[in-house]
């Protein structure tokens, strides 16, 4: 079965509600204009918690082809913590995504393996798709340890799922270094790590669960940079940050299949 390539918005910390609904009607118009094939890439956005309301009454009322979902979840069902957000809530507004575990979550809310995991869990386990983030620091990387490190990350946060349960979710390798900083990492580099981790998949559950699972890169990514990275046989999309809150650009990196690769 091939793995529909996903290409994800994650807006971070940007855009109000307001700004939510012009951001995403222009996605929906310039993909259309453009004639994007949504059987060639998926596209979602990522939005703030007090955006998800307004997405979604835009996306069913206008009926676009853009899926949403949240940028964390709470590993508790309800009750008294303050500031989370729990699965249900999530469900209810019609969310199918969510990220657990970016590294700004883990270097500004000191989220480890463990919560990780108990939020990957909460999330299955109310019908989300988790899209786990995992990726090495830059002084890792300097002492090449990239990849044990990165599939030690994995291993966290994917204990105790089933492997249904793996096929079905999302990975993104997002090494730190290139989040944020214009410096993407080589599509070889990549690569690298993205293949590690579907083998990683193959000698835990098997290749027909390795197949499934569809495996991100994340970091600086451009429409510059999109076919390159595509062309590589264990990347089946992008988490992509700054450039999604450019329509343009978001939309050309949605359109990846149209480029050439340079
Ligand atoms: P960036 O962010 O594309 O701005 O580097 C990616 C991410 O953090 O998901």
């Not at 798709?129 to 990350?153: K, N, Y």
């Not at 270094?177 to 998949?201: F, H, M, N, S």
């Not at 451009?222 to 450039?243: F, H, N, R, W």
């Amino acid at each position: 079965m091939a793995r529909k390539p996903l290409m994800a918005g994650n807006w971070k910390m940007n855009l109000n509600h307001v700004e939510a609904v012009g951001l995403v009607q222009k996605l929906a118009w310039t993909l259309e204009d453009k004639k994007h094939d949504p059987e060639k890439s998926e596209v979602i956005v990522l939005p703030p918690y007090t955006d998800l309301r307004t997405v979604q009454t835009l996306v069913d009322g206008d009926r676009l082809d853009i899926g949403y979902g949240a940028q964390d979840v709470s590993a508790f069902d309800n009750g008294a913590y303050t500031g989370d957000i729990s699965a249900d809530m999530l469900v209810k507004l019609g969310c199918r995504y969510v990220v657990i575990g970016h590294s700004e979550r883990r270097q500004f809310h000191g989220e480890d393996d463990n919560i990780v995991n108990a939020k990957t869990q909460k999330a299955v386990s109310r019908g989300l798709v988790p899209i786990v983030c995992v990726g090495e620091g830059l002084e890792v990387r300097q002492e090449l340890r990239h990849v044990p490190e990165t599939l030690h990350q994995v291993e966290g946060a994917l204990a105790g799922l089933t492997p249904e349960q793996v096929a079905n979710l999302v990975i993104a390798y997002e090494p730190v270094w290139a989040i944020g900083t214009g410096r993407v990492a080589t599509p070889e580099d990549a690569q690298e790590v993205c293949g590690a981790i579907r083998l990683w998949i193959v000698e835990q559950h098997g290749g027909e669960i390795a197949d499934r699972t569809r495996i991100l890169y994340g970091g600086s990514v451009k429409a510059s940079s999109i076919a390159a990275l595509m062309a590589e046989p264990d990347i089946d999309g992008c988490l992509v940050g700054g450039a999604s809150l450019i329509v343009e650009e978001f939309a050309a990196i949605a359109r990846f299949y149209e480029m050439p690769v340079i």
